[in-house]
């Protein structure tokens, strides 16, 4: 195969600094309009040895460079003791960064061996387990923020897991408290898409250490919802989109859920109300929202 040429090696280059800022803006402004991280702030970033997170905390340590105001970072990796997991990558790619890091190991591999039946998926206790290391380290390490790697894709794939499998409208927040109420979890990757960290981690040659050593990933929902999404958005462009900008526009009034919205205390003022019923008018979609979502009008 021929070695590529001066044109192409500028193509890939110019490329690649496009991905870079696209990466820097979007995480930029998810910190921003969630106001993930403030002035002092010691963020500890999740480290699992793949694509996201090794993509989170390098553009992390960029915004920090020409962030207006100073925080600290620490980067955490738990050893889940998994068998044929390479111990010595994620050490030595940190050490190379020269930045503040935290090895951890823990067993959790034979535990969830030892409780989830053959077959089944361990992802679940799994992730419990971890996360219940983490908040520890979190606590030692004196970190005021948690970041985690989720991105985009990740977030509406939950939010269909949820929608069809739990039977709740629930998705991952950019930024919450975490469930023990100690900590506070951040994802700064909330609005980046999975294939530019996917494209990122080439162009930077992370040591990606694979997800799968478990052997339990075959069976996961998620990939279901996964594959349903690439072929929406491979059959009608922009409607993931589109889904995804929903989860920013929620109206509480025009769903069901009593605790979200006072519907016993509905009552009519005799004024025009902003979100009222229209009773038996329909909802007025633009053609141009229609046709990017693959829905065609009736004709009358």
């Known amino acids: 195969m021929n070695a590529p040429d001066h044109k192409q090696l500028e193509k890939q280059r110019l490329e690649a600094n496009k991905l870079e800022k696209r990466l820097c803006r979007l995480v930029g402004q998810a910190i921003g309009d969630f106001n993930m991280i403030e002035a002092g702030d010691r963020v500890m970033v999740c480290l699992s040895g793949g694509k996201d997170s090794y993509g989170l905390l390098d553009v992390l340590l960029k915004l920090r460079q020409r962030a207006p105001i100073a925080f600290d970072i620490v980067a955490v990796n738990l050893d889940q003791k998994h068998p044929g997991y390479p111990a010595h990558v994620l050490p030595d790619y940190l050490k190379s960064l020269g930045i503040e890091f935290r ?22 206790l799994c992730s419990r387990l971890r996360r219940g290391v983490l908040y520890r380290l ?3 390490l004196g970190a005021t923020r948690i970041a985690l790697g989720h991105h985009r894709d990740d977030i509406l794939e939950t939010f269909f897991l ?6 709740k409208i629930k998705a991952m927040p950019p930024k919450l408290g975490s469930d023990d109420g100690k900590h506070v979890v951040i994802r700064p990757l909330a609005y980046v898409k999975e294939k530019d960290l996917a494209r990122y981690a080439e162009v930077r040659a992370f040591p990606i250490i694979p997800c799968d050593l478990c052997g339990s990933q075959d069976q996961l929902q998620r990939k279901q919802v996964k594959q349903m999404l690439r072929q929406w958005e491979k059959e009608f462009p922009g409607r993931v989109e589109t889904i995804f900008n929903s989860l920013q526009r929620v109206t509480p009034s025009h769903l069901l859920d009593r605790k979200l919205f006072d519907f016993p205390a509905v009552a009519a003022s005799g004024e025009a109300v902003e979100n ?19 829905i065609a009008r009736a004709q009358d």
């Open 103 to 124: 090895i951890a190991e823990q067993d959790t591999y034979s535990t969830v061996k030892r409780l989830i039946p053959e077959g089944k998926t361990m992802c679940s």
């Open 138 to 140: 979190a606590g030692e």
């Open 162 to 167: 949820n929608l069809f499998f739990g039977g």
């Open 276 to 294: 009222g019923d229209k009773a038996f008018d329909t909802e007025d979609f633009s053609s141009t929202a229609l046709t990017r979502l693959g």
